[in-house]
């Protein structure tokens, strides 16, 4: 293969030699190394002018030194007049924090924090506009006080922003136009024409916090005022979301998805070449061509060649979000399959949220499919329920075998006979800790979509096959 290089970061040198073997081709020369404070230095040491660069460079271990390391060797390349600049990243960081505001068990967020959700009662429950209120007429009867007409306008707005506010904890709607004619009786100026442009029939409400008014009409035909739902606060939270809710208020966590996908964009990077992303979403963020490739073809590889009798065994998703990618492998191999999920029963309890197993598995061999294992908690409960409603043997196969923390030590103590995992991640120092786990090289997969692109072939033919 002519004009074509692959570089490889800190992050999964042995990889990138894999790679580098199936096509037949000699690993690119570069050095990364940190200094005293931990900054990250990178050199290219061989020529990229006007050759087509592969970097790769996995997401795991320390994954924002990784990240940075990959965007200055980007970076590096496109500075060296690199005719195209491919990052390959096996397994992608930061996949599991999209854009769209969901929380972990599926439901869709609202944007509107406890503190702000009264102001929005007033809009969703208009009453008819009273002529005059108490705070409407103290605020009349007061003598402003003397100064430039400019500074006479500012008081009028004060004196009513005052007035509103008043009334705002007593969730009553005063006259918009009253307010400001008081204010202007008392003052002997005209009435300001922007408020009097206001109309009777609009609700409105006081912004305390920046001290203005916003006012949205309810008797036009064409605008629908719905109430917001309610806000959980550290007081609500188990009524409104059960007890294994964690946390409080997080609606404006801030989501990275865009952001890195920028930062790739903007370092210089022409493709990006990926596998199993957590969210199919993520490809949105890009304004450049990502190619996601799957592992399904060689988790189906590995369960014809490896699992005796599969016909007869189960494919279990371990949870809702992974329904979809396990019936892909059950449906491709005409086999059963099951489904765990949470079910709410006791809202206010501390078991509000239970494991519940739908499928037979009883006497049968289950093969449990998720994407990623960061702290394995959610495939060895799986299991636990499996093995409490009969199967007889468990294994999991896993694209992206992070295993961190105690994860290992958890997999160890669990139900889980064989754990399958590929090196998107290295694994080494994973399989010196645990017998369970089996290694499936994606390698021969990564090679072979780095040929085709770099000559021009279709890619899709990978959705199916595994090349040997």
């Known amino acids: 293969m002519r004009n074509i290089a692959v570089l490889s970061g800190n992050s999964h040198q042995q990889l990138a030699s894999d790679i580098c073997e199936r096509l037949g081709i000699e690993l690119g020369s570069s050095t990364l190394k940190k200094f005293a404070n931990m900054e990250t230095n990178v050199s290219i040491g061989e020529s990229v002018r006007d050759v087509d660069v592969y970097i790769v460079q996995s997401g795991c271990g320390n994954v924002n030194d990784a990240f940075v390391e990959l965007l200055i060797m980007v970076s590096a390349c496109r500075t060296a007049s690199a005719r195209k600049v491919t990052a390959v990243i096996p397994c992608f960081p930061y996949a599991r924090q999209p854009e ?68 705002l904890p007593s969730e009553e709607v005063v006259s918009v136009t009253a307010l400001p004619a008081a204010a ?8 300001n024409p922007r408020a009097s442009a206001l109309r009777a029939e609009s609700a409105a409400s006081l912004d305390s916090a920046r001290r203005r008014l916003s006012s949205i009409s309810t008797s036009q035909p064409n605008i629908a005022v719905t109430h917001l739902a309610p806000q959980a606060s550290s007081d609500n939270l188990v009524q409104l979301k059960g007890s294994n809710s964690q946390g409080t208020y997080k609606h404006w966590t801030a989501r990275s998805g865009t952001l890195v996908a920028n930062m790739l964009m903007a370092a210089g990077a022409d493709h990006i070449i990926t596998m199993d992303l957590h969210d199919p979403q993520y490809q949105g963020f890009f304004d450049i061509p990502v190619d996601n490739l799957y592992s399904q073809p060689l988790l189906i590889k590995y369960i014809k060649e490896k ?18 990618r396990a019936t892909l492998i059950a449906d491709r191999l005409n086999m059963d399959f099951a489904l765990i999920h949470k079910e709410r029963r006791h809202i206010g309890t501390a078991t509000a949220s239970d494991l519940v197993l739908v499928g037979d ?55 889980i006979d064989e754990l399958i995992v590929s090196n998107t991640v290295p694994q080494a120092a994973n399989l010196a800790k ?10 021969p997969i990564f090679a072979e979509a780095i040929r085709r692109i770099h000559n021009g072939e279709s890619v899709s033919f990978l959705f199916d096959v595994v090349p040997y």
């Open 434 to 443: 645990s017998s369970k786990i089996r290694v499936i090289d994606i390698a």
């Open 100 to 167: 769209t505001p969901y929380n972990s068990n599926g439901e869709l967020l609202s944007r509107v924090p406890a503190s702000e959700a009264a102001k929005f009662d007033v809009l969703a429950n208009p009453k008819p506009p009273s002529s005059a209120t108490p705070s409407a007429t103290a605020s009349a009867t007061a003598k402003p006080p003397s100064g430039t007409l400019a500074e006479d306008k500012h008081r009028i707005v004060d004196t009513t922003a005052a007035a509103f506010h008043d009334r």
């Open 307 to 324: 699992i005796p009798n599969y016909w007869d065994a189960v494919i279990v998703s371990p949870d809702a979000g992974g329904a979809k």
């Open 361 to 415: 598995v009883k006497d049968k061999v289950c093969i449990l499919i998720d994407d990623i294992a960061d702290t394995s908690y959610t495939i060895t409960s799986a299991a636990k329920i499996l093995v409490d409603n009969g199967a007889t043997r468990i294994a999991a196969l896993i694209t992206h075998g992070i295993l961190s923390g105690d994860a290992i030590e958890r997999i160890n103590n669990s139900h």
């Open 184 to 191: 202007a009786a008392s003052s002997g100026l005209p009435l």
